[in-house]
């Protein structure tokens, strides 16, 4: 498995503001992946990460909204810009641990964002 | 395309209660099959884990076996407690590895 650790674990934010989540894995690994949790619901990918290149986004997600970094193979980084209530949400980063883990994803603790 | 689908909740029991918790899926290919738990205020931990049919995975007194004729991973324990009260969900990878996909989620209550 991998330890996974987000900062920050809880935040409270205004209208029109933007946070950056940092998500740091203890091993290297070569996907991460940053998913949306809103209240009650299940998951949804947002994008995935690979280290040197662009994320790739699901519908309904785009990078101006939702910048992420990935600098290294034990960091990454997403920004929730220009936010509304509507962003409020549990924001997971996990990562795969490669086929000889028989694809299975890790997760963080999760930060808990909510906007005003 | 893929998916999963698990049963609604919320699910109360009584502690020492029998739990099963139904999920079935859609896929192409060989997926492999997940239960992650959810307690409150934390993030998703992996329960358990099939990769191929007739695999049973195990945890904590939770089984779950890969049921490809019925394409169905249900999640069951024996005796549950109230330390099990959580959200459970399934999820698949798919034959296109890089995608998972998770069920709704199973609010567990157990009660003393």
């Known amino acids: 498995s991998a330890v996974i650790s987000q900062k920050p674990s809880r935040d409270i934010c205004q209208r029109g503001t933007s946070l950056t989540i940092q998500c740091q894995v203890d091993?290297?690994?070569?996907?991460m992946f940053w998913y949306r949790q809103q209240p009650g619901q299940s998951l949804t990918l947002i994008a995935t990460?690979?280290?040197?290149?662009?994320?790739?986004?699901e519908s309904g997600f785009v990078i101006d909204k939702f910048p992420i970094s990935r600098p290294n193979l034990t960091f990454s980084t997403l920004t929730v810009s220009n936010m509304s209530p509507e962003d409020s949400s549990i924001y997971l980063c996990?990562?795969?641990?490669?086929?000889?883990?028989?694809?299975?994803?890790?997760f963080g603790p999760g930060t808990r964002l909510t906007v005003l | 395309g893929d998916s999963v689908t698990q049963m609604e909740g919320p699910v109360t029991l009584s502690e020492e209660a029998f739990l099963t918790i139904n999920c079935t899926y859609t896929?192409?290919?060989?997926?492999?099959l997940f239960w992650y738990v959810q307690y409150p205020g934390e993030g998703l931990q992996l329960l358990l884990k099939a990769t191929k049919a007739d695999d049973k995975g195990s945890n904590k007194g939770f089984e779950a076996t890969y049921r490809k004729e019925t394409t169905s991973f249900h999640l069951e324990k024996g005796s549950v407690q109230v330390s099990d009260s959580a959200v459970y969900f399934c999820?698949?990878?798919?034959?296109?590895?890089?995608?998972?996909?998770f069920g709704s989620g199973t609010k567990l209550n157990v009660k003393p």
């Open positions: 091993s290297q690994v070569t996907m």
């Open positions: 990460a690979n280290q040197g290149s662009e994320a790739t986004y």
């Open positions: 896929a192409t290919g060989y997926p492999s």
């Open positions: 996990s990562v795969e641990l490669g086929r000889d883990a028989q694809d299975t994803q890790y």
């Open positions: 999820a698949l990878s798919s034959y296109n590895f890089n995608k998972f996909y």
